[in-house]
C-alpha cells in the first residue's frame, strides 16, 4: 500500500472521531433509553455503512462539481488538505465546545481548496515539495 493512502486512513480515523465527538446522531436514542448504546453502536455503523454505499457519491458530486466547477482538476493533495482541515477543525470545536456542523466544515474546508487552486498551478507546490519529501 502507498504511503498517502495509509495517511490518508489514518486521517479519517481522526475524522471520524472528530464527527462522533461533535454529530450526536444517536445520543437521543441513548439518553432517552430507548436503546443500549452497544445497539447504537452497531446501527450507527450500519446506517452509516449504508449511506456510504448507495449515496456518497451523489454527495461527492455535488460538492465537487456544483460548488466547484467541472473545471477544477482533483488531486490527492486536495483531499488530503480537505480532510487534514475537517479533522483538526472538528475536534478544536469539540473539544472548546463550540457548536459547529460536520457539514459546513467540510464544505468551507473544500472551498479553501478551491481558493488555493483559483491561485494557480504553482499554489500546492509546497505541499506537493513536502508531501514529496514525506515519501523519501
Known sequence: MEVIIIVLLILMIGLGFGIGSNDETMATLVGARVIKTKYVIGLAAVLAFIGVMF???RVGRTIGENLLGQEVEYSIYM????????????IVASITGAPISTT???????????????????AFSAPLWIGEQWEK
Request: hydrophobic residues 60%; glycine residues 12%; charged residues 5%.
Open 79 to 90: 483531499l488530503l488538505a480537505i480532510i487534514i482541515s475537517t479533522t483538526i477543525w472538528l
Open 55 to 57: 449515496m456518497s457519491e
Open 104 to 122: 459546513h466544515s467540510v464544505v468551507g474546508a473544500v472551498f479553501g481548496v478551491a481558493l488555493v487552486w483559483s491561485f494557480g498551478p504553482g
